[in-house]
């Protein structure tokens, strides 16, 4: 077997296992605070399977580009991240009621009318609900890929050979 095609220990790799580790961290802690929220257990499992493709969205809108940065992810600022992630979490939790609007706008029924009817408290929570799982999830990334990068470059510190000096 050619090992020299193996992807592991990559580059691409890495910052791959990085970004859905931090997306599986998000997953649990909005699972953990849906839970909470409601109080039920229930809930949060609830939330385990309606998260996913949620989330997915969001790993496609930020983490493939993060993912596709590269190294250079890590000389933005952590803030910066944190932001590009709160930003996708609002963008988010909008996208499908204006898309419910524009739909309605496009193809419209005679005698009926659209509109974003949204209370500012629940909305205001949801909002910083989403802002704060896309923030965490840029930040944890981040976290994620210093570990891997730190762990490689000990591993490959480790099997470099060392020289032995004789004895005089």
């Known amino acids: 077997m050619n090992t020299s095609y193996s992807t592991v220990g990559s580059p691409l790799f890495i910052r791959l296992c990085a ?11 909005a699972a ?6 409601f109080e039920s257990i229930g809930s949060g499992v609830l939330c385990l399977f309606w998260s996913v493709p949620v989330l997915a969205f969001g790993w496609v809108l930020v983490g493939l580009p993060a993912v596709a940065l590269g190294d250079r992810v890590l000389t933005i600022s952590v803030w910066l991240l944190a932001a590009a992630g709160a930003a996708t979490g609002v963008f988010i939790i909008f996208l499908f009621p204006l898309l419910n609007v524009a739909s309605e706008m496009l193809h419209p029924k005679p005698g009926l009318t659209s509109q974003l009817a949204l209370s500012e408290s629940n909305m205001l929570g949801w909002l910083l609900f989403f802002a704060g799982l896309g923030a965490a999830g840029m930040m944890t990334y981040r976290w994620r890929l210093e570990g891997e990068i730190a762990s490689q ?16």
């Open 19 to 29: 970004s859905f580790e931090a997306l599986f961290i998000i997953w649990l802690i």
């Open 153 to 168: 470059q000990a591993k490959k510190n480790s099997l470099k050979p060392t020289a032995v000096q004789p004895e005089e």
């Open 32 to 37: 953990f605070f849906f839970g909470l929220y």
